[in-house]
């Protein structure tokens, strides 16, 4: 929001925003002028008769066309006009938020949106973004007018363990499915499909048993520079047994 001020007390301002130079026929300045784009405004005061000289200022604000773009970006204080083109909303938790499009995802870090998993965000925002240990991150979000949220189901990538890297699933909802392991070194920690878990939520896990197959979900975060599954949900993968008479395969 860009405000106006002149020093003759009881003077009249008018601007424009299209680049023309104003004149006491220009829009009458009465409120701070909300900008959402790169903008140039002119201004000039009359009072009795008499104006001043016109006052310009460019605003410039830089863009990103989605996820994948605004990751290009490496200040996290600059102002960022963010287009939110079918962003689903994968995970909510009392700080995390993550959330992807079709070229990216990121965690909407301590904003307080009320935003729930599923939906899906369409419209614009100015944000701030930033990577921290890592992760990459918006840490300021307001909406440019009203977004459109519409409902939907947030559908896992599923993947194998050893696939998944950090430059290419970092914050994205997977699914992995394999045996479970330990790691020599540390017992505490726990794989599936070979990609290191973690309980970072809270949820209720399994009792895990080296000799059966298990179905994770989850948000890949860093890990030392590394990947991790921190896990939504873990279950017993369903196990194929003989076929019945028809010869066809069942499965319990």
Do not use: H
């Not at 938020?97 to 935003?115: I, S």
């Not at 998993?117 to 973004?129: E, F, R």
């Amino acid at each position: 929001k860009v405000e106006i001020r002149c020093a003759t007390e009881g003077a009249s301002i008018y601007y424009t925003t299209d680049g023309t130079d104003p004149t006491d026929q220009s829009t009458l300045y009465t409120d701070s002028i909300p900008v959402f784009e790169t903008t140039t405004i002119k201004a000039i005061a009359y009072k009795d008769g008499e104006n001043s000289a016109i006052a310009s200022v460019t605003l410039t604000f830089r863009k990103a066309a989605n996820i994948a773009e605004l990751k290009t970006f490496e200040s996290k204080t600059e102002d960022i006009i963010l287009t939110l083109n079918n962003v689903q909303v994968f995970y909510v938790n009392n700080k995390d938020m993550y959330v992807g499009d079709a070229t990216g995802a990121l965690d909407m870090y301590n904003l307080g949106l009320n935003y729930t998993a599923g939906q899906i965000l369409n419209g614009t925002a100015i944000v701030k973004y930033e990577v921290y240990n890592n992760s990459p991150e918006i840490t300021s979000f307001e909406p440019v007018g009203e977004l459109t949220v519409t409902d939907g189901t947030p559908t896992p990538v599923e993947v194998s363990g050893s696939a998944v890297t950090l430059e290419d699933n970092v914050c994205q909802l997977v699914k992995v499915t394999g045996p479970y392991t330990v790691d020599e070194t540390s017992t505490t920690a726990t794989y599936i499909d070979g990609l290191l878990c973690y309980n970072k939520f809270g949820i209720e896990e399994p009792a895990y048993d080296t000799s059966k197959l298990y179905v994770a979900t989850g948000i890949v975060i860093p890990y030392r520079g590394a990947s991790e599954l921190a896990l939504i949900s873990v279950e017993e993968a369903p196990s194929v047994v003989p076929g019945d008479v028809d010869g066809q395969d069942g499965v319990t």
